[in-house]
T-cell receptor
């Protein structure tokens, strides 16, 4: 079945890099997404990667995909206090139901 | 350009009542999806609509229904509300609703059932 797993908490110091990890089970997933959710807010699209790519970089964000191990990571360089939020990994399921399947989210705390 | 807009932002209903939530997608986007996010969880898929037709339905009871209008806006209806329906309801907008589309979310509608 479909499942997306993430570690629940991550704490880093301001200025350090953050790495948020995600594993997924659906080998037919074509696109994998990262979203950010601040308290009381909706979901902000950060980036997404196609499954035939190994890496995608966008300013401070780097996404790494290991398709063999079904492992996805999001690296945030020079983490700032404004990066404190919950980060969700989601995979696109393109079967009968065209939908995103989500992890539980990783709560990132950035300490000054 | 406006992003995905949802209304109302917050509402309180009592058990047994009915609620209608509204969503306007990004201009030019033809697909709208609805997700339910319970506190502390990831979103769960409810419906996807494209060109006014239902293209996907999640594992939710028949109390949940939706529709999409000719202008691509959408409504989510929930009948006979239960306490467990309390959640953030998120609307997602994408161009075609298929793989590879960027998917944008609104700020959500917070529903509290008492």
């Amino acid at each position: 079945g479909e499942d997306v797993e993430q570690s629940l908490f991550l704490s880093v110091r301001e200025g350090d890099s953050s790495v948020i990890n995600c594993t997924y089970t659906d080998s037919s997933s074509t696109y994998l997404y990262w979203y950010k959710q601040e308290p009381g807010a909706g979901l902000q699209l950060l980036t997404y990667i196609f499954s035939n790519m190994d890496m995608k970089q966008d300013q401070r964000l780097t996404v790494l995909l290991n398709k063999k191990d079904k492992h996805l990571s999001l690296r945030i360089a020079d983490t700032q206090t404004g990066d404190s939020a919950i980060y969700f990994c989601a995979e696109w399921e393109a079967g009968n139901n065209r939908k995103l399947i989500w992890g539980l989210g990783t709560s990132l705390a950035v300490n000054p | 350009d406006a992003g995905v807009t949802q209304s109302p932002t917050h509402l309180i209903k009592t058990r047994g009542q009915q609620v209608t939530l509204r969503c306007s997608p990004i201009s030019g986007h033809k697909s709208v999806s609805w997700y339910q996010q319970v506190l502390g969880q990831g979103p769960q898929f409810i419906f996807q609509y494209y060109e006014k037709e239902e293209r996907g339905r999640g594992n939710f009871p028949d109390r949940f229904s939706a529709r999409q209008f000719p202008n691509y806006s959408s409504e989510l209806n929930v009948n006979a509300l239960l306490l467990g329906d309390s959640a953030l309801y998120l609307c997602a907008s994408s161009l075609l609703g298929t793989a590879g589309n960027t998917i944008y979310f609104g700020e959500g509608s917070w529903l509290t059932v008492v």
